[in-house]
């Protein structure tokens, strides 16, 4: 029932930037984490970062430091600003919702780092 779109992906140079953004909707009450994240062609899906209701972050160790997730509880929406991107960032990036009993995924967004 919940829904969740992905945008902000796009055609990046080595060292830019990206803000990647993921609305919710529908019965997002049971919700209490989102995470971003990110499949690369030939490779499995990688957790890259999650924040829970209350705005506790983590982030996995490749892209540390590099990235910042962060939430407008107002408009339901999920931010994953990512900064100094590499080639070996490119990758489809899916956002979630962690609920009680259930996940919810969105449809994924290209992101392409070029060299």
């Known amino acids: 029932q919940v829904q969740l779109v992905e945008s902000g992906g796009g055609l990046v140079q080595a060292g830019g930037s990206l803000r990647l953004s993921c609305a919710a909707s529908?019965?997002?009450?049971?919700?209490?984490?989102m995470a971003w994240y990110r499949q690369a062609p030939g490779k499995q899906r990688e957790l890259v970062a999650t924040?829970?209701?209350?705005?506790?972050?983590k982030y996995t160790d490749p892209l540390k430091g590099r990235l910042l997730i962060s939430r407008d509880n107002a408009k339901n929406t999920v931010h994953l600003q990512m900064n100094n991107l590499k080639p070996e960032d490119t990758a489809v990036y899916y956002c979630a919702a962690i609920g009680l009993e259930r996940d919810y995924w969105g449809q994924g967004t290209q992101v392409t780092v070029s060299s």
């Open positions: 924040i829970t209701s209350d705005g506790v972050t």
């Open positions: 529908g019965n997002i009450f049971s919700i209490n984490v």
